[in-house]
């Protein structure tokens, strides 16, 4: 299924900025430290299962829940 990343980032960031712009550039900042660069991705990219852990795991680092 094309677009997990997408929808796992877009989720992540929402969930921790909460639509403050600044917030959000940080935590994109966050997520590329953490080796993923949020704008390689859209919502045709295919799912890397390497690049889904790695979201998985930063949830869990951020305290974002992604169900």
């Known amino acids: 299924m094309a677009g997990q990343i997408k929808y796992m980032i ?11 712009e600044a917030l959000m550039y940080l935590m994109q900042a966050k997520l590329a430290l953490k080796g993923i660069n949020t704008r390689r991705y859209d919502s045709h990219s295919k799912d890397d299962p390497i690049v889904l852990e790695k979201l998985r795991q930063a949830a869990k680092d951020f305290g974002v829940t992604l169900s």
Not at 10 to 20: E, N, P, S, V, Y
């Open 10 to 20: 877009d989720k992540i960031i929402d969930q921790k900025a909460q639509g403050d």
